[in-house]
């Protein structure tokens, strides 16, 4: 079936230092992946994006690598703040795209906690 | 900036009741979701809404559960009869394309 999982439930770095967050999924049809961002009690904040056509993508900050020979995605945090610490989710977007039918499928999410 | 904004920001109900939930998107968004979160659980999707009627449903989305928007701004999910493991974080999101940009969420207590 489905499913989009994690690796790694909690992540301890160092202000400071480079975050890697990583991701599996086992949908091959699936063309767009997103990572969001989850503070304490608040919605997903979306982060960045990537199409399967892609193998990076780099924002400010921030650079999502997919794999697609070993189904997975990745999510690097350069120089981690103290306000990068959140849950991180991935998503696969299930549906054939085009907005209506998009159905993302979120990972459990890995909790990255940044120590001062 | 934009923002999918969501009210109440806690509901707390008897089972049985009849709960509301609202949300305005992004005014210029077309696609309209909820989804659900658990406390300690994934994020999952409940439905998705384009052009005045549901495009998809989750097998939890079932006939207590409907949405509606009734005016050019508001979307809403309605659960009739509320259970106790309706209790969870709901979530509003919006989009023009693929990129959904959520609310802060709704926090639903089943007591």
């Known amino acids: 079936g489905e499913s989009v999982g994690l690796h790694l439930p909690t992540l301890s770095v160092q202000e400071g230092d480079n975050s890697i967050i990583n991701c599996a999924y086992s949908?091959?049809?699936?063309?767009?992946f997103i990572w969001y961002k989850q503070e304490s009690g608040k919605g997903p904040q979306f982060i960045i994006d990537i199409r399967s056509n892609m193998d990076k993508r780099q924002g400010q900050r921030v650079t999502v690598l997919l794999n697609k020979t070993v189904k997975h995605l990745s999510l690097q945090i350069a120089a981690t703040q103290p306000g990068d610490s959140a849950v991180y989710f991935c998503a696969e977007n299930t549906g054939p795209g085009g907005g209506a039918t998009n159905k993302l499928i979120f990972g459990t999410g890995t909790l990255l906690a940044v120590q001062p | 900036e934009p923002e999918v904004t969501q009210t109440p920001s806690h509901q707390v109900t008897q089972m049985g009741q009849e709960v509301i939930l609202r949300c305005v998107p992004i005014s210029n968004h077309l696609y309209f979701y909820w989804y659900r979160q658990i406390l300690g659980q994934k994020v999952e999707f409940l439905v998705s809404?384009?052009?005045?009627?549901?495009?998809?449903k989750s097998e939890i989305f079932d006939d207590q559960f409907s949405v509606e928007r009734p005016d050019g701004s508001n979307f809403t999910l309605k659960i009739r009869s509320t259970k106790l493991e309706d209790s969870a974080m709901y979530f509003c999101?919006?989009?023009?394309?693929?990129?959904?940009?959520f609310g802060s969420g709704t926090q639903l207590s089943v007591l």
């Open positions: 809404f384009y052009n005045n009627e549901i495009s998809e």
């Open positions: 949908n091959s049809a699936s063309d767009y």
């Open positions: 999101a919006s989009s023009s394309l693929e990129k959904l940009f």
